[in-house]
């Protein structure tokens, strides 16, 4: 699976933003999906996750009530709306994908995925 983000940029502090994520390769299907960043100087850290079957999501508590997450198998992309951002929201934000055929799980570690895409980055100016 390649993954392609799209849709970072430079807003002002309380502003949106949409990313989106592409697959190519194989489709979305036995795939739970999930949003990461890294900032400077920091670890990689989890944002959001969905599992394979879409029913379930997750959040860190960083972002919970102003990121969702969302994904449309048929169009083999996954969404992350971003609302009020924050200066710490700053970070390259990555795609990853997980091979799976448990429907309802979504996965919080980044060792648990297998493909990443190459980042967009979210710059929040203060």
């Known amino acids: 699976v390649q993954l392609v983000e799209s849709g970072g940029g430079s807003v002002q502090a309380g502003g949106s933003l949409s990313l989106s994520c592409a697959a190519s390769?194989?489709?979305?299907?036995?795939?739970?999906m999930a949003w990461f960043r890294q900032a400077p100087g920091k670890e990689r850290e989890f944002v959001a996750g969905i599992s394979e079957n879409g029913a379930n999501t997750g959040y860190a508590d960083s972002v919970r009530g102003r990121f969702s997450i969302s994904r449309d198998d048929a169009r083999s992309t996954v969404y992350l709306q971003i609302h009020n951002l924050k200066p710490e929201d700053t970070a390259l934000y990555y795609c990853?994908?997980?091979?799976?055929?448990?429907?309802?799980?979504?996965?919080?570690?980044?060792?648990?995925?297998?493909?990443w895409g190459q980042g967009t980055q979210v710059t929040v100016r203060g």
């Open positions: 990853a994908a997980k091979t799976t055929y448990v429907h309802h799980l979504y996965y919080r570690v980044d060792h648990e995925y297998d493909y």
């Open positions: 390769g194989r489709t979305l299907s036995n795939h739970a």
